[in-house]
């Protein structure tokens, strides 16, 4: 019943496209996802385990991920890094070898991708290697652009510097050494306008140093501020507003509007572009979020939309070029309008899976459709944390409200998820597809 037609698939969104039962050639898969990232690894052994609960067990090595990176960072690694700069968790935690978290019933191809060639149904990788695929799963991540801002590279190598970000694995550890070294001035937290990985984290780190000062009775000699290039505090009203009203209970000071653009780390002196130009600021410390991107290859790919990001239609996660209807995309690739989190590919990786499976099987879609969930676990201080959780439309969608109480309020249970309970589930089910987020252990039922 597998009959191979990528090639009328590539032409129609309505063509069945049945898979060939003979063994794929020489550097041709089945699916070929690229990137080995939280996205990449959990929507390849869901379409794995997917197939083979149908009754159509796809064999060993029909799945191919296509990954250079000697290393897997604990989604993406953002969240653990927060909990690094805060002297909670020591950085080499975050991290497995990839060679250990890839089954060996998947092919690990330990390359990168220079080229997308939707068309003929193949990509090209950077030793020029030609693989192609009758489905493609793009899951690349995102990309930091360290170097937009001159200076920033510079300031984190230098140890005296007093600049560090929780965004580089290299830098986590010391964003912690330069928070717990602070006895006094003036301590800066600053947020890119645009779209980041993880949104809250660049005031997470702010809440952990502004708690950890408190509690060293060193709140008095510190002053901090929140220089974001956003125009509020969150892109939720709801939890917007409450951090608005802790940061003015609190005593933080907020420069809205605001995108760092220059660091002279000798003179401890940091310059931000403003509606009416551009203001210089003197800092002890300074915690820096860099912008952040697609991809190079896939801005100057066939797949990307005009921004740069893979064009996907936001229900179904299935490219929206008709003539790539074998290719798909989630997480921070992706075009979704949400945030982009490890909690949203939760959400995702099962509606990608069983759409993919359906056209497959049957050439056409699920009712499995995507709402826009995502969630941002923000830390506010040591043993408490703001939940926030939302859909399309910046509409809370909560989880635990009904166990804990409401999730704008900072609460122990919900740390304690973040801190313990969320990094369990990750390394022991997420990255093996076993966990579907509000289903928990249990594939959603789209039927």
């Not at 041709?28 to 379409?47: H, P």
Request: charged share 20%.
């Amino acid at each position: 019943m597998f009959a191979l037609r990528s090639k009328a698939l590539a032409k129609s969104t309505h063509t069945v496209a049945r898979w060939a039962s003979t063994a794929a050639e020489k550097d041709s898969y089945k699916v070929v996802v690229i990137g080995a990232g939280t996205g990449g690894l959990n929507v390849a052994n869901q379409i794995y385990n997917r197939f083979k609960s149908a009754g159509k067990a796809l064999n060993a090595g029909d799945i191919a991920i296509v990954d250079a990176a000697e290393y897997h960072y604990y989604q993406n690694s953002t969240a653990h890094r927060t909990l690094v700069g805060s002297g909670l968790k020591q950085k080499e935690e975050m991290r497995r070898p990839m060679s250990d978290l890839i089954p060996s019933h998947l092919a690990h191809i330990v390359e990168n991708v220079k080229t997308f060639e939707p068309k003929s149904n193949s990509v090209t990788t950077t030793s020029g290697r030609k693989i192609g695929y009758e489905s493609l799963v793009v899951a690349a991540g995102i990309q930091v652009n360290w170097s937009a801002i001159p200076g920033l590279e510079k300031a984190l190598a230098d140890p005296s510097s007093g600049v560090s970000s929780i965004y580089s694995y290299n830098t986590a550890d010391k964003t912690w050494k330069d928070i717990d070294a602070l006895r006094s001035g003036k301590a800066i937290f600053t947020q890119p306008a645009g779209v980041i990985k993880c949104a809250g984290a660049p005031q997470k780190i702010m809440w952990m140093a502004w708690d950890r000062y408190q509690r060293t009775g060193r709140g008095d000699n510190i002053s901090i501020d929140f220089y974001t290039g956003m125009p509020t505090m969150f892109s939720v009203k709801k939890y917007s507003d409450a951090l608005n009203k802790m940061r003015e209970e609190r005593g933080v000071g907020a420069q809205f509007v605001r995108n760092l653009t220059s660091i002279d780390a000798a003179a401890h002196k940091a310059t931000f572009k403003t509606a009416d130009g551009s203001v210089d600021v003197d800092y002890t410390l300074l915690h820096v979020t860099p912008p952040m991107g697609p991809l190079e290859t896939l801005k100057s790919s066939p797949l990307a939309d005009e921004a740069g990001w893979v064009a996907v239609d936001q229900a179904t996660l299935r490219h929206t070029n008709p003539e790539y209807g074998n290719v798909w995309a989630l997480g921070d690739c992706s075009s979704l309008p949400t945030s982009k989190t490890a909690a949203a590919i939760t959400a995702q990786a099962p509606i990608l899976t069983e759409n993919l499976f359906s056209v497959v099987d049957t050439g056409k879609v699920t009712k499995a459709a995507y709402d826009g969930y995502t969630s941002c676990p923000l830390l506010t201080g040591y043993n408490q944390l703001m939940l926030a959780e939302f859909k399309y439309g910046l509409e809370p969608k909560e989880s635990f409200a009904s166990f804990f109480g409401d999730q704008a309020v900072p609460r122990l249970p919900y740390y304690l998820l973040k801190k313990d309970l969320f990094p369990y589930v990750y390394w022991n089910y997420m990255v093996k597809g076993t966990w579907f987020g509000a289903s928990g252990w249990t594939r959603p039922d789209f039927s």
